[in-house]
Every structure is written in structure tokens, then in C-alpha cells.
């Protein structure tokens, strides 16, 4: 099992760290105000314990839960605390209309936060497609994208003890298309599903067959 610490004391920490004490992991909760992390430690139960903000975490993996333009000056005034960590960006950066990235140029807040980071560090982009309920009730695919391949395998594990599925879906670049992906869940919340009870997932059918080239789409 995995050590977590939660940087946030909101919806999503609350959903993650919950199946996170689930699964048998071992869990800290870091928040700016003390007691409403304390609140949170106590309410996931498990062992669950209260780290002091700012100071470096316990786990090996660091899930930042913040809204997104939170995320990157998070991870900067922690600093040299998050050295050696593998962190989790979860956020979407949507636009004030929720039809696109706030965000124009081709990036994502997951390499805006390696930039950010201490180069020892490994950055990891999961679970921005899911909305909460979906996460705390269903057992939904969760794509990942990162360029160290021992801490998307260490997340992979992570995700596998939550009872779900991960999938790699490439480097870190790729965290920018997955930030469109949370676009388009909106989307089809808001069109073409009507409703927020899914998740985007993979179909896969038993065809044996060589891999995805530009003439597979044609």
C-alpha cells in the first residue's frame, strides 16, 4: 500500500482520501487552516493523520487538491518540503464559461507545476476526468500522464488500491490534452448526457492487431 498526503481539505481530498484509508493506505492531510484539516483527518478515520502546512509531508505521493490556480503557488511556497515526492495535480483549469482552458498557450497546471517543483520531484496528472461523486460511489477509469516512468507506476499502484483502474496515457505533454478531456466531460454533462452519473472510460474489444497509426482513424 501507499503513503498519501493530501494538500487540501476540500470535496476531492475528502472523496480521495476516504477510498484512499479504503484501500489500506496510509494518509496525511495538509491544509492552510489546521483544524479543518484535523476535521478531515479525523472524519477519514483509518490512521488518518494532520501534517503542519508548508513543512515537508509524509507520503511518498503528494496529491495536491486545490483548485487550479492555487496549484502552482502551492507547490512553490512548499518548495524544497516537496523534494524527492511524486506530486499529483488533479485540477481543471476551465475558463469562466467551463468550454475551455483558462490557460491559452499549449500547457498544462501539471508542467507549469514541474517547472515549479524541485527537480528530485516527479509530476503526475490523474483523476481531473472524474467528478466527485463519480469517484466517492462508481469505479471509473483514471488516466495519468507523467514522464517518470517509476512514479506513474507508483500512482498506478495507488489508483489500482482505490478498487480502479489506471491508465497511461503518455508523457506529461499529454497533461494538456487531459485538461481538454475534463473540457469535454462538461460538456457532454451539460449536452449530449445531460447529467453528471458518468465518467470517460475505455472500451476495449478483442482484436489482435498492430498499434495505433494515423491509418487507424482513416
Known amino acids: 500500500m501507499s503513503n498519501i498526503s493530501i494538500i487540501g481539505t476540500g470535496n476531492m481530498a475528502r472523496t480521495i482520501g476516504a477510498r484512499a484509508v479504503a484501500g489500506g493506505n496510509t494518509v496525511e492531510v495538509m491544509g492552510r487552516d489546521q483544524s479543518k484539516a484535523a476535521d478531515l ?3 477519514l478515520g483509518g490512521g488518518a493523520t494532520t ?3 508548508g513543512t ?3 507520503g511518498d505521493i503528494v496529491i495536491v487538491a486545490l483548485l487550479y490556480d492555487g496549484v502552482v503557488p502551492v507547490v512553490a511556497q512548499y518548495g524544497d518540503a516537496l523534494a524527492g515526492k511524486v506530486i499529483v495535480d488533479i485540477s481543471n483549469p476551465f475558463n469562466s464559461t467551463f468550454d475551455g482552458l483558462a490557460h491559452r498557450e499549449e500547457t498544462s497546471i ?4 514541474a517547472k515549479a517543483a524541485p527537480a528530485s520531484a516527479s509530476v503526475v496528472k ?10 466517492e460511489k462508481g469505479r471509473p477509469d483514471v ?6 516512468a517509476q512514479a506513474k507506476a507508483s500512482v498506478a499502484a495507488f489508483i489500482e488500491s482505490l478498487g480502479l ?4 496515457v503518455g508523457g506529461l505533454k499529454m497533461a494538456h490534452w487531459l485538461e481538454g478531456a475534463g473540457v469535454v466531460t462538461v460538456g457532454l454533462a451539460n449536452h449530449g448526457v445531460g447529467n453528471l452519473d458518468f465518467a470517460l472510460s475505455i472500451t476495449e474489444l478483442p ?10 482513424f482513416a
Open 41 to 43: 483527518a479525523k472524519a
Open 51 to 53: 501534517g503542519e502546512w
Open 56 to 58: 515537508a509531508p509524509a
Open 110 to 113: 501539471a508542467q507549469e507545476v
Open 126 to 135: 490523474a483523476f481531473n476526468t472524474i467528478f466527485r461523486h463519480v469517484l
Open 143 to 148: 488516466f495519468i500522464a507523467g514522464d517518470n
Open 165 to 168: 483502474r489506471p491508465l497511461d
Open 207 to 216: 482484436i489482435v492487431g498492430p498499434a495505433i497509426s494515423s491509418t487507424s
